[in-house]
């Protein structure tokens, strides 16, 4: 499709890779979705409780307030 010296390469890649990731994610939804819907259940909780954590806490753990904040934005569906 594209070859290495496109300069559509990189964009060709990065969209497979999110097709695989949007595909990966129905199949866990269809293959057992009570499991699933833990895991983002889980998943929310564990972003929102970081979002909350005070920095001298965050620096305890290796992470400052904007790494903090951007693991806290993603969508849960993102690992």
């Given at each position: 499709?594209?070859?290495?010296?496109?300069?559509?390469?990189?964009?060709?890649?990065?969209?497979?890779?999110?097709?695989?990731?949007?595909l990966e994610?129905?199949?866990?939804?269809?293959?057992?979705?009570?499991?699933?819907?833990?895991?983002?259940?889980?998943?929310?909780?564990?972003?929102?409780?970081?979002?909350?954590?005070?920095?001298?806490?965050?620096?305890?753990?290796?992470?400052?307030?904007?790494?903090?904040?951007?693991?806290?934005?993603?969508?849960?569906?993102?690992?």
């Amino acid at each position: 499709m594209y070859g290495a010296g496109s300069p559509f390469a990189p964009l060709a890649y990065l969209l497979v890779e999110a097709t695989d990731a949007a595909l990966e994610g129905l199949r866990s939804i269809a293959v057992n979705p009570i499991a699933t819907l833990a895991q983002l259940q889980a998943r929310a909780e564990q972003r929102r409780r970081l979002a909350e954590m005070e920095d001298h806490l965050l620096a305890d753990i290796g992470l400052n307030r904007a790494e903090a904040d951007r693991e806290a934005r993603k969508p849960v569906w993102v690992a």
